[in-house]
């Protein structure tokens, strides 16, 4: 079971606004940035969000990181049937001590 | 373009030593900047981080591998590598090797891992006999 709780599944329609949570502690969320991670089966992860908020060049707008105490969410506007994936938060465990953290993954179903 | 790729058996028997490469081509991996890490996934399960290492041989290691587990450098071919040793059904999985960035943190003083921005495509082990 991960640290990092995110739900398993989440879904909506073409255009519409999703948002993905992911739940930790003081240790990890609370004090250390979050990442994001799109994942399609058979294909590399991509880095979505670094930094809590950051997008890589390349990532589009629609996709937007935030992070709240122990919290943190990834919002996808104008939601495509391309970003049908699963997603995962990431952030180092236990205070910078040495690990990191992903979360159990949400699957994005595209209706 | 830095490009990474897996390579290594696709089958190790329980109680062995599996051992994969991650070739770098693009980049090279001493010229600082960057950490290069080990994730893998679990069949139907989500992903799980292994380990980075450091151009200068720093690494940090998932604390529930850490006997088992080493990651090297091998700088005169461009690659680095995991070693994992007794091995058991627990750990198939495909397994990726990645870059991240090396991010300095005031509050401690160094620097650390970052994002992993540069991925693999995965290469799948399957431990059986």
């Known amino acids: 079971q991960s640290v990092l709780n995110q739900p398993p599944s989440a879904s909506g329609t073409p255009g519409q606004r999703v948002t993905i949570s992911c739940s930790g502690s003081?240790?990890?969320?609370?004090?250390?940035?979050v990442y994001w991670y799109q994942h399609l089966p058979g294909t590399a992860p991509k880095l979505l969000i670094y930094?809590?908020?950051q997008r890589p060049s390349g990532v589009p707008d629609r996709f937007s990181g935030s992070k709240s105490g122990t919290s943190a969410s990834l919002a996808i506007s104008g939601l495509r049937s391309e970003d049908e994936a699963e997603y995962y938060c990431?952030?180092?465990?236990?205070?910078?001590?040495?690990?990191?953290?992903f979360g159990g993954g949400t699957k994005l179903t595209v209706l | 373009q830095v490009q990474l790729q897996e390579s290594g058996p696709g089958l190790v028997k329980p109680s062995q030593t599996l051992s994969l490469t991650c070739s770098v081509s693009g980049g090279s991996i001493t010229s600082g900047g960057y950490y290069w890490s080990w994730v893998r996934q679990l069949p139907g399960k989500g992903l799980e981080w292994i380990g980075f290492i450091y151009y200068s041989g720093t690494t940090y290691y998932n604390p529930s591998l850490n006997s088992r587990l080493a990651i090297s450098l091998d700088t005169s071919n461009n690659q680095f590598s995991l070693r994992l040793t007794s091995v058991t059904a627990a750990d198939t999985a495909v397994y990726y090797c990645?870059?991240?960035?090396?991010?300095?943190?005031?509050?401690?003083?160094?620097?650390?891992?970052?994002?992993?921005?540069?991925w693999g495509l995965g290469t799948t082990v399957t431990v059986s006999s």
């Open positions: 990431a952030a180092w465990g236990d205070s910078l001590s040495g690990f990191v953290e």
């Open positions: 990645a870059r991240a960035w090396s991010y300095y943190y005031p509050s401690v003083g160094y620097s650390l891992p970052d994002a992993m921005d540069v």
């Open positions: 930094r809590n908020d």
């Open positions: 003081t240790s990890n969320i609370g004090s250390n940035y």
